[in-house]
């Protein structure tokens, strides 16, 4: 069983168009996590729940709205792509918010043509 | 703010041999965890060790062990006996727990193993 799960691991796009990153952990964790990484490999944080809370937004654009339906799920929806949101999105999970440990998805590439 | 700071984006090390990968952060903190991740071709994020910082004691994982010097700012990984499969990306990276938990990473080191 997969313990961070991400869906779907490569997305090709337009520009212009909206996408959503899906990720579900099966960790029974109250935390969840959106890094990026971009074209250098440079890993950042971009938001972080707990229990459904939204407790981190790294001064992303609007553009991005991460909405989590249960704390087993926290999904990514982008509006309006651009070239520069092309990158690899990781999720990651941990047992609560103040943990020392997270867990990864296996990451979702975007590519927008 | 906290920094961390890999200075070398590249190394390579012949196959059985032993390598040292650098890293060091800034931080006010007293208490936080610091860890090395791996991340293969496949680009999955694997944990390769963690560190806590109250802990004087380094931590060891197999092949893996790690130089951490407090005063410093200093946490170093050494992987000995060098394997072709210990080749990836690298990445130091810092966490402070608390309610803004996150972990904020280095820019990674690619290592190679020549056989």
């Known amino acids: 069983d997969t313990a961070v799960s991400q869906t779907p691991k490569y997305l090709v796009t337009q520009m212009g168009n909206d996408k959503s990153i899906k990720c579900e952990q099966n960790l029974g964790h109250d935390t969840m996590y959106w890094y990026k990484q971009d074209s250098k490999k440079f890993l950042k944080i971009m938001f972080s729940y707990n229990n459904k809370e939204l407790i981190i937004n790294e001064t992303v654009p609007n553009r991005f709205s991460p909405k989590s339906p249960d704390k087993a799920h926290l999904n990514l929806h982008i509006n309006s792509l651009e070239l520069g949101d092309s990158a690899v999105y990781f999720c990651?999970?941990?047992?609560?918010?103040?943990?020392?440990?997270?867990?990864f998805g296996p990451g979702t590439r975007l590519t927008v043509l | 703010a906290q920094t961390v700071t890999q200075s070398q984006p590249e190394m390579s090390v012949q196959e059985a041999e032993t390598v040292t990968l650098s890293c060091t952060y800034d931080t006010s903190e007293s208490d936080y965890y610091l860890f090395w991740y791996k991340q293969p071709p496949s680009r999955q994020m694997i944990l390769v060790i963690r560190?806590?910082?109250?802990?004087?004691q380094n931590a060891t994982e197999n092949r893996f062990s790690v130089n951490f010097q407090k005063a410093a700012k200093s946490f170093s990984l050494k992987i000995s006996d060098s394997q072709l499969g210990d080749a990836a990306m690298y990445f130091c990276?810092?966490?402070?727990?608390?309610?803004?938990?996150?972990?904020?990473f280095g820019k990674g080191i690619t290592l190679s193993v020549r056989p």
């Open positions: 560190q806590e910082a109250y802990k004087q």
């Open positions: 990276a810092y966490l402070v727990t608390g309610a803004n938990s996150k972990l904020t």
């Open positions: 990651a999970s941990s047992q609560r918010l103040a943990a020392n440990e997270q867990f």
